[in-house]
């Protein structure tokens, strides 16, 4: 609780984004991570490794951009710097954890910036990622994760904001000149203690994305977490090579 305070109190945060409640959703982020540490290890290897494979054999190693680099948990951060000239981290929080971890890079730099494309607002990524230098562009857990505060806004949202949100991040990534490396989870579903499920939740909000390079399990809230007899459980796909999925 007081780390959470702490964070809240002194993450620095563009007041828009703090407002729509990004650093709050961090902050709980982190610390569900810390709790949850064990059952989370094998979904942030697999994505880890997803990362490095996927930038394999590039003619270039320019710069590679990490959207939604949040708390680096996923992200190969070392050999991200090892492999390429400079990396960018995007996102719209870094907590202290990930800003400490990050000066001891000298080519890493962080980007605080909103990457939600929704319909109306100017598509943030060819700014970001466009440049004639960009040579790998990973979208890292981040697009079921785009609709989410938007969803939460009060009065009168557009039908199918969610699915609009996620095929314009789909769509900015299609248009990129660089290699892309896609991360999402596509679906949770709720197991009780016998293995069966009670409940799904489509989190790409009807999207259907090609079939994947791989795929595993994340077990996002283990017994006990969320629920004592329950479980939520994330599918999780990996592209390696978005355009040619
Ligand atoms: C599940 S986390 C990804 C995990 C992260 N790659 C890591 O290693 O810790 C999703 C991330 O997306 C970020 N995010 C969600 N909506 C965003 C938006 N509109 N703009 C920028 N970042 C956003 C969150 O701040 C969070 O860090």
Not at 46 to 59: K, N, P, Q, V
Not at 127 to 138: N, P, R
């Amino acid at each position: 609780m007081l780390v959470e305070l702490f964070h809240l109190l002194v993450t620095p945060v563009p007041l828009r984004l703090r407002r729509l409640g990004y650093l709050r959703e961090s902050v709980l982020l982190l610390s569900r991570g810390r709790r949850c540490h064990a059952a989370w290890a094998p979904h942030l290897a697999a994505s880890r490794a997803a990362i490095l494979d996927a930038c394999e054999g590039l003619d270039q190693t320019r710069i590679a951009v990490v959207l939604g680099s949040g708390l680096l948990q996923d992200v190969p951060i070392a050999d991200l710097a090892r492999r390429f000239r400079e990396v960018h981290l995007v996102d719209a929080v870094h907590l202290w954890p990930a800003r400490r971890l990050v000066r001891t890079y000298s080519n890493v730099r962080l980007i605080t910036a909103d990457l939600n494309a929704e319909p109306g607002r100017v598509d943030p990524l060819p700014a970001l990622c466009g440049g004639a230098e960009v040579d790998f562009v990973v979208s890292a857990n981040l697009l079921s994760q785009l609709p989410i505060l938007p969803l939460d806004r009060p009065g009168l949202l557009p039908p199918d904001l969610g699915g609009r949100i996620v095929r314009a991040h789909l769509e900015g990534l299609g248009r990129l000149r660089a290699r892309v490396c896609l991360l999402t989870d596509i679906e949770q579903f709720e197991e009780d203690r016998t293995g069966r499920i009670t409940d799904r939740i489509d989190l790409l909000h009807g999207v259907r994305l090609d079939p994947p390079d791989r795929d595993w399990i994340w077990e996002i809230a283990p017994f006990g977490e969320a629920a004592r007899h329950h479980r939520l459980r994330h599918r999780v796909q990996a592209f390696l090579n978005w355009r040619t999925a």
